[in-house]
């Protein structure tokens, strides 16, 4: 047999093609592929049966086409303690989560990398578009190659001790070419839609859910100068730079989110995209995750990416002792969003990344931005 | 290393004896039993048959016993049957926490529909208590269904005994016998009951055939409606093929319950000693003695049921535990809750396994052997 009929790979599936293809992928190379279905969530449709049966069922599907066994795990209660919970928190902060971030923090990469383990893998593979490699003995992270997809944003946080132990598959495709394979497999999932949005709340609307969960606090929409231009339904349903749904009429430019007063529950809105007041020349970012031995020891630059789908931004890091990094920007950034995460790159390596706490501007800090 | 399969609770292969019964009706006999001609003859002959055997197993009358596609449809039969023939004399029933859902949710729907149900709970044996159903019964108690034996623990229940609590009174018994019947012979007069469930793929034989028997007094209110097809009891072509095997496969019971009943026995004990030869930690979930020896469910502490299982069948070895859901993961069990409670460890660290003819006492040794190093890895990463 070769080494690699007897290396374990534990792939998670979530019932896309992304990770379908992951599994074909692995399988052509002569894995032993286990299929793993992650049960994250708990919540049943209108005829009373489990949302997730649908995922599950196109998982069973592939894994018959590719003769893999697959087995589903149920991590609900992780889920919810780990990331509904801050989830939830990070929104009564007034601040804007990525639970996507957290998730592949706490379940996919650590409780699911785990779970893997205890079933004898020696790697866990996902269908994200990224790369590891190896150079020099250490292990780095890099951008898949479709730099549309690229998804090490996501996965900043994703602990740098781990990477030995997972694959990327799909880093050295693009979507497209995923797509073609999955169809030349005839996969059943090769049609699927991709997924969008957070995954717990799927196609509802987003206000309904989060108000299931936190009482919303009606306030006033008002102008940094105090103007009162209306009423919001409670400030954790906007997010900095947002422009729909504010209800504001009348001449001259659009109205923007610019910013949050949580003591006195007032949304601050303002005139045009390039409001002045959404600009920021830097920003202090806290739980920094470093993917690579970074030398802390003195300022660099890099490039960062402070929002998912966004051109890279030239940065200079300023590392403080505690841990904590201060980003300094060439060029001022518009709504630069706390609770978000800022990521940081040299071309495609990902350096490692962290969570804004809070941005500046000639050294102030914003505080309208929460 | 073959696969060793120890989910026999779940269900059976089909019998040597019962393929080759079933390989001849599919060649030479698939009249309907309702056509008048030979063909039709031919047909209904095979069905006269197999009633025959199964009332005989049963110790019942040939016309007491009506085929149905199954256990599941043997149970919502005689519940939703009965609930709504004996209507007029009351409107409550009694069951237990520890049925299996194919009576729990007609039990539960029949509630929605406006019945009072009692669900009689148990101890940390698994046992009903013969007092409790005592207890519970009302004047107005039509129907009294409990199981027989527990299909995730093997306990078996006092039925005789509760049968003696409702002699006097108008409750219609009902049970679902469908995990006695591959093992312990059951005589109905004896038991006491009035309605009973059996089904054929527990048994070596083939899946969607079942049986209700029914004691010819009983009323039910159809719940197909259809043709003249037993009796109108259960409209539908008879599946003959089905039931041709279903018939094999108790007369292969028949002539060597006794001779499994000791092989699954020796097979249990074995498992027990070859495991704690390997000096693995577990417990028994239920009463030791009052039990059926082809089931057995076992805690296995400081491990988790999820990643347990899938290591097992990873290696080889097919058993399980509680129920999936829809999405394939394991809803923790509501036999096991209802022994000891929503928080108790050992509803997310139990296994049954459930023995059959073609394991043999050496395969229990390699299962020990295979368990051993996958809870030593479970050690480290179940927190």
Known sequence: ????????????????????????????????????????????????????????????????????????????????DKVFQYFLDEYQAGRTPNPDVMCNKEIKFKAFLDHAMGLGADYLATGHYARVRERDGQVEMLRGVDRNKDQTYFLNQISSDILPKIMFPLGELDKQEVRDIAKEHDLAT???????????????????????????????????????????????????????????????????????????????????????????????????????????????????????????????????????????????????????????????????????????????PLAHLA | MEPIYLDHAATTPIHSDVQAKMTDVMQHHFGNPSSIHRYGRDGRKLLDESRTTAAKALNAPFSSIIFTSGGTEANNLAIFGTAHAYRAQGNHIITTTIEHHAVLHPCEQLEAAGFEVTYLPVDQSGQVRVQDVQAALRDDTILVTIMAVNNETGVVQPIQEISDVLTDHQAVFHTDAVQMFGVMPIDVTELGVDLLTASSHKIYGPKGVGLLYKRDDIHLEQQLLGGEQERKWRPGTENTLAIAGFNQAIQTLQANREKRHEHYQALQDRLILELEKQGIEFSVNGDLTQRVPNIINLSFPKTEVEMFLTNLDLAGIAV????????????????????????????????????????TEDDMQIVA???????????????
């Open chain 1, 1 to 80: 047999m070769s080494d690699n009929a007897n290396t374990r790979v534990v792939v998670g599936m979530s019932g896309g093609v992304d990770s379908s293809v992951t599994a074909l992928l692995l399988k052509q190379q002569g894995y032993d592929v286990v299929g793993i279905f992650m049960k994250n969530w708990d919540d049943t449709d209108e005829f009373g049966v489990c949302t997730a049966t649908e995922d599950y069922e196109d998982v069973a599907r592939v894994c018959h086409q590719l003769d893999i066994p697959y087995y589903s795990v149920n991590f609900e209660s992780k889920y919810w």
């Open chain 1, 190 to 364: 090769a049609t699927k839609k991709d997924s969008t949005g957070i995954c717990f709340i799927g196609e509802r609307n987003f206000k309904d859910f989060l108000s299931e969960y936190l009482p919303a606090q009606p306030g006033q929409m008002q102008t940094l100068s105090g103007e009162v231009k209306g009423e919001h339904d409670g400030l954790m349903y906007y997010t900095i730079g947002q422009r729909q749904g504010l209800g504001i009429g009348g001449a001259g430019d659009p109205w923007f989110v610019v910013g949050k007063n949580l003591d006195d529950n007032v949304l601050y809105v303002g005139q045009g995209f390039h409001h002045d007041a959404l600009y920021s020349d830097a920003l202090l970012a806290v739980d920094v995750n470093w993917l690579v031995d970074q030398d802390l020891s003195e300022p660099f630059t890099c490039t960062a990416k402070f929002r998912y789908r966004q051109q890279d931004s030239g940065v200079t890091v300023y590392p403080n002792a505690d841990g904590t990094v201060q980003v300094k920007f060439d060029e001022p950034e518009r709504a630069i969003t706390p609770g978000q995460a800022v990521v940081f790159y040299d071309d495609d390596l990902c350096l490692g990344g962290g969570t804004i706490e809070e941005a500046y501007r000639h050294e102030e």
């Open chain 2, 320 to 359: 399980s535990s509680g129920s999936a859901c829809t999405a394939g993961s394991i809803d923790p069990s509501h036999v096991l809750k209802a022994m000891y409670g929503e928080k108790d460890a050992r509803l997310t660290n139990s296994i049954r396994f459930s023995f059959g003819i073609d394991n």
């Open chain 2, 369 to 383: 052997e295979k368990i051993k190093p996958i809870i030593e890895r479970l050690e480290k990463v179940v927190t």
